[in-house]
T-cell receptor, first 116, second 109 residues
């Protein structure tokens, strides 16, 4: 199946700094990628839909100025957590939709963000 | 309001026992329905989707539009089935997924 990678797999940062997380589709082109957040022992919550070449669509309650999404190419989407605070600590997961696999979403391994 | 409900958090069975993981949805239109699975220390992966009508790893799921349910079933559970299972309807032009709260399946030897 298609492979999606995320980098970094984990990151620790100080409060007030910004952190960028990359999501790449390794063997297919993805016009649409998704960003999720998962709290411990909870389900995935969709944060935003990232479309290549256009602005991301954010879910209700997600601050677009806080979570900046850029989808500049067909294989890369980035999520930047700006001015991170401890409450932003979470597991961030991306997925990419493969149009050649009946639009199945393939998930990355996730990025653990800890804000001190 | 659109929502997906997985009423149970945990299901613990012995190896060889039947399994049914429940999922009910409330959506306008005709969503496509999926079951995703997450094994320990692995990423989320698709288990099956209702339009394919396949049996994957012995699991099946039938869409019941009258009851708005998409329960996941397996007649004889195996230890390797122990994992977290999520029901997820897909809607919209981008086919975005909305995940249920998930259920932990534990299969004991």
């Amino acid at each position: 199946g298609a492979v999606v990678s995320q980098h970094p797999s984990w990151v620790i940062c100080k409060s007030g700094t910004s952190v960028k997380i990359e999501c790449r589709s390794l063997d297919f082109q993805a016009t649409t990628m998704f960003w999720y957040r998962q709290f411990p022992k909870q389900s995935l919550m969709l944060m935003a839909t990232s479309n290549e070449g256009s602005k991301a669509t954010y879910e209700q309650g997600v601050e677009k100025d806080k979570f900046l999404i850029n989808h500049a190419s067909l294989t890369l989407s980035t999520l930047t957590v700006t001015s991170a605070h401890p409450e932003d600590s979470s597991f961030y997961i991306c997925s990419a939709r493969d149009p050649d696999s009946y639009n199945e979403q393939f998930f990355g391994p996730g990025t653990r963000l800890t804000v001190l | 309001a659109q929502r997906v409900t997985q009423p149970e958090k945990l299901l613990s069975v012995f190896k060889g026992a039947p399994v049914e993981l429940k999922c009910n949805y409330s959506y306008s239109g005709s969503p496509e329905l999926f079951w995703y699975v997450q094994y320990s220390r692995q990423r989320l992966q698709l288990l099956l989707r209702h339009i394919s009508r396949e049996s994957i790893k012995g699991f099946t799921a039938d869409l019941n539009k009258g009851e708005t349910s998409f329960h996941l079933k397996k007649p004889f559970a195996q230890e390797e089935d122990s994992a977290m299972y999520y029901c997820a309807p897909s809607t919209g032009a981008n086919s975005k997924l909305t995940f249920g709260k998930g259920i932990t399946l534990s299969v004991r030897p």
